[in-house]
Nanobody, 124 residues
Framework: QVRLVESGGGLVQPGDSLRLSCVVS????????MGWFRQAPGREREFVAT????????EYADSVQGRFTISRDNGRNSVYLQMNNLQPEDTALYSC?????????????????WGQGTQVTVSS
């Protein structure tokens, strides 16, 4: 059984940084793309960032480009999201996802396993 567990969320002020982690168990992520998505109350889930199996290809949502960085450690079966200069509009439940293939993917249907999420709240 595949399990994804996120951590690292919290309550921060505008301009602060957070680093989210996602540890996967039950499947080796080495040959899978990985992604981060977020969902704010009353809104649909939206793509944040994705990374391919060997970290050579990444893609970001326009809203986080230049502020967020996705990375992975296949040896630790983990993926990370470094979030800098956080803003109130970044407030959401952040979830990581395991891709069906090894390439980057920006839509939920390209992922087959999801974590429960970690809450990020940005407020002054």
């Amino acid at each position: 059984q595949v399990r994804l567990v996120e951590s690292g969320g919290g309550l921060v002020q505008p301009g602060d940084s957070l680093r989210l982690s996602c540890v996967v168990s039950g499947r080796d992520i080495t040959w899978h793309g990985m992604g981060w998505f977020r969902q704010a109350p009353g809104r649909e889930r939206e793509f944040v960032a994705t990374i391919n199996y060997n970290s050579r290809d990444t893609e970001y949502a326009d809203s986080v480009q230049g502020r967020f960085t996705i990375s992975r450690d296949n040896g630790r079966n983990s993926v990370y999201l470094q979030m800098n200069n956080l803003q109130p509009e970044d407030t959401a439940l952040y979830s990581c996802a395991l891709g069906i293939t090894e390439v980057i993917a920006t839509t939920p249907r390209e992922y087959d396993s999801w974590g429960q999420g970690t809450q990020v709240t940005v407020s002054s």
